[in-house]
Structure formats: C-alpha cells, structure tokens
C-alpha cells in the first residue's frame, strides 16, 4: 500500500514561475515530512523538512506547506530555474522508524 | 568527505548468484539505511540499522540480508538472486531517523 503519493508524474512550468508540487498521505502517524531533489545517474539530496507541528518552513525559493487535516504537503519553487529540472521526491516518517516515499515528480523547468 | 560511498555501481547477476553491495559513510552517522528504487514506486526502504553491530527490517526485507560490524559500513546481500530483485539500489545514512539522510551514487542491479 502506498502511503505517500505523490499523483503527477511530471510538471512542466517556465524559467521564473512558481513550480508547486504536491503529496499525499495515508497514515495519521506521520510527524516528520521531508522533500529530496534527484538528478539522473546521482542519489537523491535533501532539500527540505517540516515537522508535524508546524504548517510552513521556508529556505530561499524553497517553501514546504503541510495541511494535516488534508493529509497533504505541498512544495513550492519560487522563482523557478533551469537548474531546478530532476525528479523530486516526498518522504514520510513516524515514530516507529518507518520511513516511506512518494513515486517522485518530474520536474522540468524550461528557459 | 566523500559523504557516502557505494560499490559497485553496476553488476549483472544470473539468477541464484549471489551478491554483497558495500556502502561507507564518513560522517560518523548512527544510522544507515538500504533503499531499492523501482519505476512508480519510488525508493523503499529494504533494512536499516541504528547504529554498529544492530539491524532491523524496512519495508521490503524479504530475500536480503545485512550487517553492521563497523560504524561507517553497511552491507546489503543478496543470497540467491531473482529477477525480482533487479533495481538500483541506494544506500543512505543520517544521524537520526527521521533527520536528512544523506545518499550514495546508487548501484544499479540486473539479474537475468
């Protein structure tokens, strides 16, 4: 069972738009959400985390939204820039040590 | 700081081989984790370990085994491989659960 979806496969926006990606979960039990960044050919890098009891963290033109009446997260790319095309990923985790991710977005951001 | 190594980056198995897929850290982290990546499914977690010398299941043990015996390497085996089992696999580690992992390269595995 996927506990963490994330349902578009692939987003494509322009160089300077915002670029929003979204996730869902299941299992209420989740309290630490993180987003990791992945380029072909290289293991995924993190970018950003919110914990349960906040509803917003902000790092640069990163900003990660949770609604946990909605079971959802959200994160936002603002502007957005070429480099920023790769796969990007949602992770949950809860106190039993159980870490699951999402499917992943492509994202790809033209010039 | 090489961060988080992995070997080898590639291999091809036949079907009943068997494998070990080393990973090293140098970030003196307690935890170290297994992932495959399979098309769709996004990575799931195999086994992790909290830190030298223990183990414990993820998400998807079944058909691999694994060891601690030092701090900075976590190995993955497989002792009988399936087709099944062909994935990349990424190897990971954090100084606590539920902080940023910090990743490997990736092995990519095919078994034939």
């Known amino acids: 069972d996927q506990q963490v979806k994330q349902n578009s496969p692939s987003l494509s926006v322009q160089e300077g738009r915002i670029s929003i990606l979204n996730c869902d979960y299941t299992?209420?039990?989740?309290?630490?959400f993180l987003w990791y960044k992945k380029y072909p050919a290289e293991g995924p890098t993190f970018l950003i985390s919110?914990?349960?009891?906040?509803d917003k963290n902000e790092d640069g033109r990163f900003t990660v939204f949770l609604n946990k009446s909605a079971k959802h997260l959200s994160l936002h790319i603002v502007p957005s820039q070429p480099g920023d095309s790769a796969v990007y990923f949602c992770?949950?985790?809860?106190?039993?040590?159980?870490?699951?991710f999402g499917a992943g977005t492509r994202l790809t951001v033209k010039p | 700081n090489a961060g988080v190594t992995q070997t080898p980056k590639f291999r091809v198995l036949k079907t009943g081989q068997s494998m070990t897929l080393l990973c090293a850290q140098d970030?003196?982290?307690?935890?170290m984790y297994w992932y495959r990546q399979d098309p769709g499914m996004g990575l799931r977690l195999i086994h992790y370990?909290?830190?030298?010398?223990?183990?414990a299941k993820g998400e998807v043990p079944d058909g691999y085994n694994v060891s601690r015996l030092k701090k900075q390497n976590f190995l993955l085996g497989l002792e009988s491989a399936a087709p099944s089992q062909t994935s990349v696999y990424f190897c990971?580690?954090?100084?606590?659960?539920?902080?940023?992992?910090?990743f490997g390269p990736g092995t990519r595995l095919t078994v034939t």
């Open positions: 992770a949950a985790s809860g106190d039993n040590n159980d870490m699951r």
């Open positions: 990971a580690s954090s100084r606590d659960f539920s902080y940023e992992q910090y």
């Open positions: 970030m003196n982290h307690e935890y």
């Open positions: 919110i914990s349960s009891i906040k």
């Open positions: 299992n209420s039990m989740f309290d630490y």
């Open positions: 370990s909290v830190g030298e010398g223990t183990t």
